[in-house]
């Protein structure tokens, strides 16, 4: 037999903590997952008897895993008896990977479902009791092929060797978290899925709820037709009585612009809903932006910020660009409402140059200076802003992006390497000028955040 086990050893990945990047999680306890098999190539043995050729046993690809072994001991059905949870890819087709499901009866390890997965990897595996008065543990397991990601969840039913591996749920999705939106203490899944190249489908967030051996779409919101791709999500369970969960994502549309959206369950009306104006202020709000600042923890506070765009006034851009003025970015952290969530500032205004390289100020200041950049060149001047008068005004900082062959003629010139981009061969510099130390400025103000 083929890679025969010598040994196989059983491991507990460690628990991600998903503070900021993903929901609470109901977990395995210890005593459930008791040992490994006294000999993984019994089990091996029996997957190839039931398949008809050799195997390669498969691990979990992804780092988050909650379970990172090709072959799981646990007590699924609750009968005292472990089942063996093992992935593998056969020799004749390597580019799948199964999942089977074994009981030992009478002696020996018997095969009881096999599932011919979705793509080439398995990426997570963990295990939830998903189902009210049900003591059954589910298999939470997702695969991906390309840029393709599907959700599976089985379960085992019928005893002895009239049991089987069926399919609960297969969902396409694109971002996921386990969510209480009625904290009864059992789990409901969030997911984001659609296809995200064929505009005349509508992408969707929705809650899906496993009720035995069925599943239940319990809220679902439409979003935007304008996402091309995530670039980051984050799910959080929310202690407050009018909001249970919220989503944060941040996307690419079909211009190359970031933005952000929140989608969040609201606990009066029983549904998932988009967060379009800010609830305190009743208004619409922006998150619109050029540069790839995604939404995060900004000042530590364990709470979710995300990036509001708010025009510079008096601000522009020449040499060809597509807008006419400039944003800063007013970061605000997402606090429940009554009647939905209201953002918070939390911490300073920042003006963004790269991802990395960024001006930051208080209000004080913002309110007194505009900017101009040159899109062609990539500078940026903070100049000195006064509404009676739009021609004269003083250039307090200047920000360039130079060629790294360039930098020393700009230091020796007088300005300051804020960072340096070695991946494409640039790197950021500033000069503030002596108006602009007047005016309070300082290398302070001048913030790169090393990657």
Known sequence: MKNTLKFLSLFIAVLTVFSLTGCSFSVVSADKLIRPPKSGAEIENAIEKATGESILLKSPVNSVSEYNSPLTLIDLDADGTEEAVAFYTTTSN????HLNVLKHINDEWVSIGDFSGYGNNIETLSFRNLSKGMTQYDIVATWSYIDNKVLTIHKVSGTGRRSKLRLVCNESYSAMGYVDIDKDGSYELF??????????????AKVIRIEKYNILNIGMTSLSRDIVAFENTVCQDINDENISMMSVYDYI?????????????????SCLDVMRVDSKTN?????????????ADVNGDSLIDIPVQEQIVGSSMNENAVDSAL????????VPENDGIGLEQSGKYRIYFTD???????DELIQRITAVTNAKNDSWDIMTYNPENLIDNTVLL????VAQDNLDNYISSGYKQLSSMTNDGFAVVYQISEAGKLHGI????????SL
């Open 94 to 97: 390597n580019s799948s990977v």
């Open 191 to 204: 997911l984001i899925s659609g296809d995200f190249a064929d505009k005349a489908r509508v992408p969707v």
């Open 253 to 269: 549309n079909n211009d190359g612009m970031y933005s952000t959206d929140v989608v969040y369950w609201d606990c009066k009306r």
């Open 283 to 295: 208004s619409a709000f922006s998150t619109l932006r050029k540069v790839s600042v995604l939404s």
């Open 327 to 334: 944003t800063y970015t007013k970061w605000c952290k997402l």
């Open 356 to 362: 990395r390289d960024y001006f930051e100020a208080e």
């Open 398 to 401: 200047s920000v360039k992006k």
């Open 442 to 449: 300082s290398d302070g103000n001048l913030i790169n955040i």
